[in-house]
Each structure stands twice: as C-alpha cells, then as structure tokens.
C-alpha cells in the first residue's frame, strides 16, 4: 500500500455523563481522528490524547501538531506492507506516543480491511467475546456514586473500577463494600498519593480490591515497588507503562502485579502487542484501559482486548454510556451478561457514520505527499 494522505479532524463530542479523576472533570471531548488514504483502503485511527496535557504530556493540540510537522510527513509517500511498518518509520522522533499510535493503528485498520481479515485476527487475537468493566468517575456525592454503580451492575457489567483521591477513598470503598461485599471492585488514583500515605493506602487492603491502579507518581516504578511491597492489594501501572521495556522493568522491580494497556498511551498496536506478549512471559494479566474513546478507538480496544493474556474485565464498554450517538454502526453493545461479542467481519469490523463524522467536525487537514500543508 502506498500511503498518498492523510487527514487529520477534530471532532467534538459532549459526554453524556461528566467524566471526574484525580487531576479534573471532562464534560466535552475535542477528538483527534485520523484518515490514512492509501492507493488501496482508507484506514482510521483515534488519537488518544486529552483535551490537557493532564494524564499525559501529549494533548490533541501537541498530536496536531507532531502528526503535521513530523509524523505524517514520515509516511506521506511510502510504500508500506503492513500495519508494523509505521513504528520504525516514526522511531527518530520521540515521545508524542498517542500521536503516533493514532497513525499506526490507521495502518493496521487499512490493513486488516486489504487482506479481508478482521482486525483482531491480524493482531493475533483469539477471544471471541470479551468482558467488561466499567471506570466509574468522581461524583458529586456517595450517593450519586452508589446509584451509578447500582445501574452498572444490573446492566451485567462484571468489574466496578471506581476513581479516588484523597478524601474520595476509605470512606467510599466502606459505603460501596456495605452493599455488595462480593463484586469485582477496584480503584484508580491516577497519581494522586504519595509514598507518605503509605499508613493509609495501607488501610485500602480490608477492601478486597482487584487491583489499585497507578496510585503513587504518574513517571515512577521504583516507589512503587517500595509500596506494592507493603501492600496486599494488587498495584496496577496505567501511565508508567510506555513500551515492552517499561513492563518488563516494572515487572522486574516488583512495582505491579497487573498492567493496563492502553493502545494510544504505548504508540499503537505493535508496541501494545509487545507489552501484552512480556506481561504474559511473566504471568502478568493485562486489560485493555479506555480514554473515552469514540467508536473508532472504541473498535481498536475491542480487537487489541482479544488477546489471550487480557484476562481481566477492561474498561471498554458501551457506546450509549459515553455518547448520545456514537459515530460507529453499529454502536458498542454490551450482554446482559457483560460480554461484547467480537464481530467476524472484515477490518475494524464497524462501519462509519460518515456524515455524522461530517457534522461533528471543527477542523479538518489534508496532507499530501510532496506537498506542504493544506488546510481545507
Ligand atoms: O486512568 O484509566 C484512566 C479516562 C481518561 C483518562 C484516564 C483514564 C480514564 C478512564 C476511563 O478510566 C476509562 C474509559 O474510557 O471508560
Ligand atoms: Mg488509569
């Protein structure tokens, strides 16, 4: 395939319910989708990064302009086989992981769609149908909490992750353990503590929590080894984790026990595979983490979560609880029973909402090959 251009669009989308963690509340997302236009199929890709450079130092503004100045340029013109090939193109660049993960996985995209394969087939999946957890915000009250997970719950859903901080922590996990003692129950600070808190992370073990996610610094293993050491409950690392190297020294260190994956924060598909693959080396379980995605990210969580070490419920799930209208059809379902069934079809394996993708656009650039730069 010959990579001719490539569209870069932001699109709005205002959330259905706000979206609260330990470093600020989302309300409206501004997303960064990618079209790869090739000689062959036309590949998409979501670009992960937030609205701020909040959980990560990139941000839809910062992938903008990397994929303008740097990435695309790097592709625009080649001739490439398959999926693989865009990493080592984009390897002198550094950083700017979601920015290059948007790209690579358009690569993949266009791929699985010219050999006819479904994606999570070329990604060497085998999990015919995967199960869901759901990451349940900071809200405005306990209540407003408990009332959420209470409608989680009965919409099959088979893990509760809830979002701490200081003051959101002990006296929540007591409220929510009260009434269903026996769920699958976890939380994520997203950094919000330090290893001074040790005494009182200490207390989150009579909870019986699947897992603590990224509780201490946002760049750091070493502390965290020092604390999974002093704590029963699992640590799971989400933002620490960039490539194959990080999972293998964090897993070396004793830093966590479970790794979040999430296919934008580690550069794309091939990156994310690699981690998936040392983890399982290790006897690690992974699941797929989620960056309220709109469909399209959405369908690549899907495919990546078929892997066979993501043995853990991730946190993709369904479109209506993000979205009024998600811009894929058909929209992410969930089971009764809290599984999404994989679709055996051909690519990505959901089509387009093309003119709603249209409508929700605010700005939109074509790059070409030998050509500077158009905005249209
Ligand atoms: O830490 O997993 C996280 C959303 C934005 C930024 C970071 C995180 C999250 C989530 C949401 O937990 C997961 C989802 O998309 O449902
Ligand atoms: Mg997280």
Request: net charge negative; with cysteine; glycine share 8%.
């Amino acid at each position: 395939m010959k990579i001719e251009a490539i569209t870069l669009r932001e699109i709005r989308m205002p959330l259905v319910h706000f979206f609260e963690t330990s470093f600020g509340r989302t309300t409206d997302r501004r997303i960064l989708l990618i079209t790869l236009h090739t000689n062959g199929p036309e590949g998409w890709g979501e670009c992960v990064a937030g609205e701020d450079p909040f959980y990560s130092e990139e941000s839809i503004d910062t992938a903008w302009y990397a994929i303008e100045r740097y990435l695309a340029p790097a592709l625009l013109g080649r001739a490439v086989e398959k999926g693989a090939d865009a990493f080592p193109l984009l390897g002198k660049i550094r950083g700017h992981r979601m920015a290059k993960g948007a790209l690579e996985n358009a690569l993949w995209d266009a791929e699985a769609q010219e050999r006819e394969v479904p994606l999570w087939r070329l990604l060497g999946g085998s999990q015919t149908e995967i199960p869901c957890g759901v990451s349940i915000g900071i809200q405005n009250s306990v209540d407003q909490l408990l009332e959420k997970i209470e409608t989680e719950l009965s919409a099959g859903y088979r893990r509760i992750k809830v979002k701490c901080k200081p003051g959101w922590d002990i006296e929540v996990f007591a409220k929510i353990r009260e009434r269903w003692p026996q769920i699958l129950l976890s939380c994520d600070a997203n950094s919000a503590y330090t290893l001074e808190q040790v005494e009182h992370l200490k207390k989150f073990d009579q909870f019986g929590l699947l897992m603590i996610e990224q509780p201490l610094w946002h760049d750091d293993f070493y502390f965290h080894a020092q604390l999974q050491r002093q704590l029963e409950t699992s640590i799971c690392l989400d933002e620490a984790i960039h490539s194959r190297r990080d999972a293998r020294a964090a897993i070396e260190l004793g830093a966590c026990r479970i790794i979040n994956i999430k296919v934008g924060r580690v550069g794309g598909f091939s990156e994310a595979v690699a981690v998936h693959n040392v983890a399982r080396q290790n006897n690690v379980p992974v699941w797929c983490g989620g960056m309220l995605e709109s469909g399209i990210g959405r369908s690549h969580n899907i495919a990546l979560s078929t892997l066979p070490n993501f043995a853990l419920p991730g946190d993709v799930s369904a479109s209506k609880r993000y979205w009024k209208e998600d811009i894929i059809e058909p929209a992410v379902e969930v089971s009764s029973q809290g599984f999404i069934a994989v679709p055996n079809i051909a690519g990505r394996g959901f089509a387009l909402k093309s003119s709603l993708i249209d409508k929700l656009t605010v700005r939109k650039q074509t790059l070409r090959a030998g050509v500077s730069s158009a905005a249209d």
